[in-house]
């Protein structure tokens, strides 16, 4: 069926016409829609016009394009955040009202290398604690997670079978993570961590790259965490002054 004309640009009310469709489930996850010619057809559009339309989606990452293959719709994300909101991967996944679980893949406590002594202001005869873990959503594996804290801050009674660095830092360290600096980037297929998150080859990454202090403006933990693109979503809240 051909979309109903109104006052606004041929494409915007594609856009709009294939975002309803998505939503009431005419084109499900994951779902290839029909080919360009067929779809402008029934849409009553140019194939100009549907081609502006998809690349806004595309943008808007409601679609992806998979050159040689077709249009697919995106899958919606499972976890929503503001950057600004300071959540461990466990709350995070509770939130979205799953059960989080760990796969540990390696721990090891290794000499400082100059970019820990310059992070955490440590001396070079000091020892890291590197962890390598997959954290997971209802057994589905969600995000790649490598943390590094300062062997010094960790107590002895320290288990790799807990679920939350957050919770073993406050908990039985006593030391209370209040905020991060945080770097984010997007990248493409990882050689090593796409396989392991089950990515499909087009499912981008999106790297979290964060530096924890305590109440004391103590450098704690740093992280870096591979979250699928396709299942979190995060926004930041920008104010003018």
């Known amino acids: 069926m051909s979309i ?3 006052n606004r640009h041929l494409y915007l009310q594609v ?18 829609l029909p080919s360009e ?14 081609r502006e339309a998809l690349r806004i989606l595309e943008e808007e990452n409601v679609i992806i394009r998979r050159h040689g293959v077709g249009t697919f719709v995106n899958s919606k994300p499972l976890f929503t955040s503001g950057i600004e909101q300071l959540n461990s ?10 059960k989080p679980g760990t796969i540990f893949l390696s721990s090891s406590t290794v000499g400082a290398t100059e970019e820990d002594i310059r992070r955490f202001s440590c001396s070079t005869n000091e020892e ?21 804290v300062p062997e010094k801050i960790l107590p002895e009674t320290f288990s790799h079978g807990e679920e939350s660095i957050f919770f073993i830092l406050e908990e ?9 600096v945080a ?28 530096m924890h202090f305590d109440e004391m403006d103590e450098p704690v933990l740093f992280s ?6 396709d299942k979190f979503s995060f926004q930041v809240l920008r104010k003018r002054f």
């Open 172 to 180: 039985e360290a006593n030391r209370k993570i209040t905020y991060a």
């Open 37 to 50: 010619f067929d779809l402008a057809k029934q849409l009553g559009v140019s194939r100009a016009t549907l």
């Open 224 to 229: 870096v965490n591979y979250f699928k693109a």
């Open 89 to 98: 991967v466990t709350d995070m996944i509770f939130q979205a009202g799953m």
């Open 15 to 32: 856009i709009d016409r294939l975002k309803q469709d998505i939503e009431q489930g005419v084109y499900k996850e994951k779902e290839k």
């Open 128 to 148: 890291i604690v590197v962890m390598e873990r997959v954290r997971t959503a209802n057994g589905e594996p969600v995000v790649y997670c490598i943390d590094k």
């Open 4 to 6: 109903k004309l109104d």
């Open 183 to 210: 770097q984010i980037e997007p990248i493409g297929y990882h050689e090593k961590i796409s396989p392991i998150l089950e990515c499909e080859p087009e499912t981008a990454l999106l790297v979290l790259k964060q």
